[in-house]
């Protein structure tokens, strides 16, 4: 039992990181199709 909750455990942790550099890359292409700065900053 304790194997199976500790499966899970691995799955969601992997399903939330995935979902987060998901994200992040689809903002990284629209970054470049943009011509905008990733991350909402002026770095100049």
């Known amino acids: 039992m304790i194997l199976m909750q500790k499966r899970w455990g691995i799955v ?3 399903a ?3 979902f987060l550099l998901g994200r992040l ?3 990284a292409f629209m ?3 943009l011509g905008g700065t ?3 900053g002026n770095f100049l």
């Open 25 to 27: 890359a689809v903002r």
């Open 31 to 33: 970054n470049l199709l």
């Open 38 to 40: 990733l991350f909402g």
């Open 16 to 18: 939330v990181v995935a």
């Open 12 to 14: 969601l942790i992997v």
